[in-house]
């Protein structure tokens, strides 16, 4: 939990206690202050509309086609709730567009990625470790470094210590999410989405030939990590 921060020529101190209510200082050169967001739904009439919010009172209620409770009414992104992603504002956009359409869609997505531009990159998709073990799941896990990955290597993407780590059901190998950390990360989002929407055990991303050089290859290498043959580590 952040505690606090003192400014000063040297840089930012920062002081913040861990779980066991320790406290910790560490000297930065910068911070950034996120407040959280909020669905803008102040202002337009909703009240009037007899638009119907969901149980928490925040967002517009819709149902699986994005369909508010008035006929003809559609909602899509962060007025609908969380993931409060882009990407999944766009998506449902789409959707909404072909059902207007005549086409029959549903929102069905079993990923939708979450990504954080920093530096380092961060992305998750799916279940981590501690949402797996919620969901009581018999799980095992497989993470490779980016310092043992050779296109990492010619990008310095391994002086974040970054890695990519796949969690998967034990009895049958399906994959349940990835996490990834690093440099170009980012990138890689893509086919831990891909995964994930088909189902992909990890077989089938090790019979897989990912091209040399590239950061891919450490999906690959996280995947053959996970069933205990991975080829660049031990």
């Given at each position: ?7 000063s020529d ?7 206690s ?6 910790h200082s560490?000297?930065?050169?910068s ?5 959280g967001r909020k ?7 909703l ?12 967002f517009?209620?819709?149902d699986?086609?994005c369909k ?7 909602a899509?992104?962060d007025v609908?709730g969380?993931?409060?992603l882009?990407?999944r ?8 567009a072909?059902i ?5 869609r549903?929102?069905?997505k ?5 990504i954080?531009?920093t530096?380092?990159?961060i992305v998750?998709?799916g279940?981590t470790?501690?949402e797996?073990?919620e969901a009581?799941e018999n ?8 310092a ?9 993407a ?11 059901r034990?009895s049958?190998?399906?994959i349940?999410?990835?996490?990834a950390v690093?440099?170009?990360?980012a990138e ?7 995964a994930?929407?088909?189902?992909a ?6 019979a897989?030939?990912h091209a040399?050089?590239?950061m891919?290859e450490?999906?690959?290498?996280s995947?053959l990590?996970t ?8």
């Amino acid at each position: 939990m952040a505690k606090g921060a003192d400014v000063s020529d040297e840089g930012v101190t920062m002081k913040w206690s861990d779980k066991d209510g320790e406290e910790h200082s560490l000297v930065v050169d910068s911070v950034l202050v996120t407040v959280g967001r909020k669905p803008n739904t102040q202002g337009w009439g909703l009240e009037e509309m007899g638009l119907r919010m969901n149980d928490s009172g925040r967002f517009i209620a819709i149902d699986g086609q994005c369909k508010t409770n008035m006929p003809g009414v559609y909602a899509i992104g962060d007025v609908t709730g969380d993931p409060m992603l882009a990407h999944r504002a766009s998506a449902q956009g789409e959707m909404v567009a072909e059902i207007i359409a005549g086409h029959n869609r549903v929102w069905d997505k079993v990923a939708i990625p979450a990504i954080v531009f920093t530096e380092p990159e961060i992305v998750s998709v799916g279940m981590t470790p501690d949402e797996a073990k919620e969901a009581n799941e018999n799980f095992m896990v497989g993470k490779f470094p980016l310092a043992a990955n050779g296109r990492a290597l010619t990008l310095e993407a391994e002086k974040t210590n970054g890695f990519v780590r796949v969690i998967a059901r034990e009895s049958d190998h399906v994959i349940l999410g990835i996490q990834a950390v690093g440099s170009h990360v980012a990138e890689l989002s893509g086919e831990f989405v891909l995964a994930l929407e088909m189902g992909a055990v990890l077989e089938d991303i090790a019979a897989t030939v990912h091209a040399h050089p590239t950061m891919t290859e450490s999906f690959h290498e996280s995947v053959l990590k996970t069933l205990g043959h991975a080829i660049h580590i031990s």
